[in-house]
């Protein structure tokens, strides 16, 4: 629906009521208690009872003099005008009814670095793309494609397989729910930063294109590629066609700051069937100060909860964003309204909640016992960081 006129909204005034009421609306997930996000969009306690008084009272015009003007609505590029656009080749779906994941190589042909302050995702076929990310492939960094787990020994394992086009945990993998406890005080599975291999953007449910603050830019070195790695749901029973692209605006200058970014994951945990509330736990350590920008959680249907803590050099520990009702629909990225100062030193954990009872209504399958798995069925456990190092 479109809330643009008294026409338009009048019929929707006691669904508005309850959406604000219950605090449904606008979709806001942080815990008031930590935190300050320049994005939240929670209504004050007065704006919630206007609401509440003007749908009780018959939700009456008012006089259309006191309207605001409408925001203006970016038509084709929301970042503005892309210096570039990559895009995938044209894509088939077959008809099969059946989610595909699909990844996609294009060339940049960039000769030299190139800093990007935007990045938006648009997908081709809205019906059927369901998420996709961009990552930047360096020629930098060898990336394998399947997370490896580090033993103990620092024997590495291969961790995933692939069946068709889904990768997923091995069902004998080492299972490692606590990835903060590892006996020799290294780090565990997938908690090295994954920067320059690392995602550019993403386009996922309730998720606004990458805008970074002036002066802040992402680095494309010369010679990368862009893959893309695209979730198809197939739900129309017939063939489909996609092209999804990315478009980057570019920065005039080269930035003050590099924008970084920490991919901080736990890929071997094991949520038992039926558990309710079962913990998987990431550490990183920052090695150098660091201003830390923004938070994103990704879970799947099972996430429950998930929460960003800090330790400091000095013992204190202090939760960053705290996220107690995860909903997979709205993927929000937390922008900090202040750049937090996180100390060389200063470890991060990360715990997440699982519900894989029958109590959760997205649950597809609480008989199942669950490990990490790139199909919305199966689970992930990922929070990302955004930052800068100030002596950089
Ligand atoms: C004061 C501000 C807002 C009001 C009064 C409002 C009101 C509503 C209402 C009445 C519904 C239907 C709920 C239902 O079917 O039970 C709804 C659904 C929805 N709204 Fe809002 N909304 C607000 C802000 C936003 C914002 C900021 C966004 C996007 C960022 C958004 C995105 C959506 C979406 C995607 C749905 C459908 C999702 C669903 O059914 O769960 N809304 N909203």
Aim: charged letters at 25%.
């Amino acid at each position: 629906m479109s809330f643009t006129n008294y026409k338009e909204i009048r019929p929707w005034a006691k669904a508005i009521q309850a959406a604000v009421q219950t605090r449904k609306m606008p979709p806001w997930h942080a815990d008031p208690h930590y935190g300050k996000f320049a994005n939240d969009s929670r209504l004050k306690e007065s704006e919630v009872a206007a609401i509440i008084s003007w749908a009780r009272n018959g939700a009456p015009e008012g006089d259309p003099k006191d309207l605001p003007a409408l925001p203006k609505f970016a038509e084709g590029w929301q970042i503005g005008k892309p210096d570039a656009i990559f895009a995938i080749p044209e894509f088939t779906l077959g008809s099969n009814g059946q989610d595909e994941q699909q990844n996609f190589f294009v060339e940049t042909n960039f000769k030299e670095d190139v800093w990007v302050e935007a990045v938006e995702i648009r997908p081709g076929n809205r019906k059927v793309v369901h998420h996709a990310h961009v990552w930047i492939e360096s020629p930098r960094v060898a990336k394998s494609e399947t997370p490896e787990t580090p033993l103990p020994n620092k024997k590495r394992v291969s961790f995933t397989m692939r069946e068709g086009t889904r990768v997923f945990a091995k069902p004998d993998a080492p299972v490692i729910d606590d990835g903060c406890n590892h006996p020799d005080g290294g780090m565990w599975p997938g908690a090295e930063p994954r920067e320059l291999g690392s995602i550019l953007g993403s386009f996922v449910p309730g998720k606004l294109p990458e805008e970074w603050p002036t002066g802040i830019a992402r680095r494309i070195p010369a010679g990368s590629k862009i893959k893309f790695t695209i979730h198809y749901s197939k739900s129309t029973g017939k063939e489909e066609k996609d092209i999804t692209s990315v478009g980057l605006r570019f920065a005039k200058k080269p930035p003050a700051q590099e924008l970084r970014r920490i991919d901080l994951h736990n890929s071997a945990f094991r949520i038992p069937a039926n558990a309710d509330n079962h913990t998987v736990t990431a550490c990183y350590t920052f090695t150098e100060d660091s201003d830390v920008l923004s938070y994103l959680a990704h879970m799947h249907y099972r996430g429950k909860s998930m929460r960003f803590e800090a330790t400091y050099p000095d013992g204190k520990t202090e939760t960053l964003l705290n996220i107690p009702q995860y909903d997979f629909e709205w993927q929000t990225k937390y922008l900090n309204s202040a750049p937090v100062r996180i100390p060389k030193g200063t470890r991060i954990k990360l715990t997440a909640t699982f519900d894989n009872s029958p109590n959760n209504r997205y649950n597809p399958d609480p008989s199942k016992v669950i490990r990490w798995g790139d199909n919305t069925v199966d689970e992930m456990m990922d929070g990302w960081f955004e930052f800068v190092t100030p002596k950089r």
